[in-house]
């Protein structure tokens, strides 16, 4: 319990200097912009790759990611059928609702937490690797359906290779399968960059905070709310319940499990919404909630679970 608290004032700290920074205009209004493009494209995948190349390749299919997976698929269902059973929005709009209550921030908040909390990145590559190129291409395809009506299938397919997460996570996957060994000097570099991830997403979350206002339109409050209850204290449950009970899965691993699915709605969720104009409010509400209230959330998983 010392090492979970120990990680979560860690990243508290880092959180709080980055509203900090952002507060007081370091770096200009596109400070927290610039940061999350470089985690994007250059540390986080450097991290991943780095952790998987050389993790053993039997963790990536754990029963873990599985467990957290089902998670997000029941909260996604679940709020798709309450939405149509008390508040009814067209299908673009409620596929946002749906990914708001049950697509994971596995980028700017997973990894931190998988490091300092869970002990290690390589947690986060199973189910990043599913809700990347399983559950986001599914969404787009309703998205672009629903708004234009039509299918760009060469988006839906090549939105998953151009992902650089994707890309770093499936090279390391296969450095580690083949039982390559990584050159030293290489190795130092990609290590040098992949320590940069935690501290940018952090501090770039923190500059996010300064002057966010969520559920200030009525009509979206019934929406936010569920989905932000969903990610928050459903998810996790849910997948607490899968992995002990259908996994019977124990100890640590349970507990890495139930913070896998109380991780807060991706802010990949915002850029969806505002790629097609659909949405916006319930995305930037519900990831800007999920986001504040996961952290005592995961707090009480750990409580609970360790």
Partial sequence: ?????TGFGIIAFVIAVGYVVGRIGVGGPQAGYVLNRIA?????????????AKEDIRTVGSGVGLAANLAAVAAGVLFLLLSRLFFPRPAARTTIGVLSASYSNFNNIGIPVAVYVLGSAAYVAPVLLVQLIIFAPIALTVLDVTSRGRVSLRDIVLNPVRNPMIIASLAGVVVAALGWRIPGPVDSAFTLLGGAAVPVVLMAFGMSL?????????????EVIVASAFKVILMPLVGWAIARFGFHITGHQLFVTAVLSGLPAAQNV?????????????????????????????????????
Wanted: without cysteine.
């Fill in 40 to 52: 994007f494209f250059v540390t986080n995948p450097a991290l991943l790759f780095t952790v998987l």
């Fill in 1 to 5: 319990m010392l090492g979970v608290l």
């Fill in 210 to 222: 300064h002057g966010s206002a969520p559920l200030r339109a009525r009509g979206a409050r019934a």
């Fill in 270 to 306: 915002y850029n969806f919404a505002a790629r097609y104009e659909r949405g916006e409010i319930v995305a930037r509400d519900a990831v800007l909630l999920t986001t504040i209230f996961s952290v005592p959330a995961i707090f009480v998983i750990a409580l609970l679970l360790t």
